[in-house]
């Protein structure tokens, strides 16, 4: 596309107009700029609440894929990219699924995190070819990112995902965007401009950053990675962590610490096994098969053995 065609797309974009509120931005003293921020920053989570039951039914997709052993793929470029590597990358540790079950696609690859790879979006053979080498199916979920909706490389990605005939969903901050018009479902947040006109890893970046939460975790949840409000499939892969798996299982159980840390040594670091001994004196084997009876549900797998 040539730069005066590139320029009257992007007049077409609400992310990339200028904000009334904050013309005389660089007039003001420091706690004047950052309540600027602050004011805008608050609109967001109306914005997200519009946009609720296009969220949901991505989520009942990603559940569907989850149940068929099939992944949740994030593609975007830049801060979106970024974001959705974050999300991804937190999953394990969170919910203690396995590496690849929630996949993080960047354009310009993985240095792209942690430098500017901004000319990485411009081709959509790159999106089509990340998808090719992690091997898409049809069961998967392809989630493209991108705050104004026409990122190549996210174009790319969507339109290969729907020949292949994976579920896809365009997140955009933008209305009637590109992607929106590819993919199966649009979540498109309308925060409007920006503090700094165009810089969309403000409001548009705080809008995907909601949005990605509440997929994974909602999805998680879905699929019995909770007990209540606790997360009962974390990995205790650190300190922090082994100690957030003691705590989690005295507040279920009621158990003292010396007893959680007993169970969770028993059980091989297992929240979900720690808590249903502790709560039903089964052995750890006899409540690992009645978890597993459960579908991985604790509420479900304690129910059953205390009706």
């Known amino acids: 596309m040539s730069e005066q065609g590139l320029m009257l797309e992007l007049e077409r974009l609400v992310s990339e107009d200028r904000n009334p509120k904050t013309m005389d931005i660089d007039l003001l003293p420091t706690i004047d700029i950052l309540r600027k921020i602050n004011d805008e920053d608050s609109g967001v989570p109306a914005a997200i609440e519009k946009v609720i039951p296009e969220i949901a039914a991505a989520v ?25 590597v974050l999300d991804a990358s937190e999953c394990p540790p969170t919910f203690g699924v396995p590496e690849g079950m929630v996949v993080g696609l960047i354009a310009g690859g993985a240095d792209a995190l942690v430098r500017a790879a901004e000319g990485a979006e411009d081709d959509p053979k790159q999106g089509m070819k990340a998808l090719l080498e992690i091997k898409l199916t049809p069961d998967d979920v392809v ?10 490389y996210v174009i790319g990605g969507l339109t290969y995902a729907r020949q292949v005939g994976a579920t896809t969903v365009a997140l955009s901050c933008n209305p009637r965007s590109v992607i929106a018009g590819i993919a199966d479902i649009a979540i498109s947040p309308l925060v409007g401009p920006e503090v700094l006109s165009g810089s969309t890893r403000l409001k548009s970046g705080t809008a995907q950053k909601l949005v990605l939460n509440m997929l994974t975790t909602a999805s998680m949840i879905r699929i019995g990675k909770s007990y209540q ?53 089964m052995g750890v084997e006899e409540a690992r098969k009645a978890l597993g009876k459960a579908g991985g549900f604790l509420r479900k797998a304690i129910a059953e053995r205390t009706m």
């Open 229 to 281: 409000n606790l997360m009962v499939d974390l990995n205790p892969s650190n300190r922090k962590l082994v100690a957030r798996a003691v705590r989690i299982v005295m507040q279920t159980t009621g158990c003292s610490a010396q007893q959680a840390r007993h169970a969770l040594h028993q059980t091989g670091n297992d929240v979900k096994l720690a808590i249903l001994v502790t709560i039903t004196g």
């Open 143 to 152: 989630v493209g990112i991108a705050v104004s909706g026409r990122t190549p």
């Open 60 to 84: 009942d997709r990603i559940v569907g894929a989850f149940q068929k052993g099939a992944r949740l793929v994030y593609m975007g470029a830049g801060t979106s990219g970024r974001l959705g």
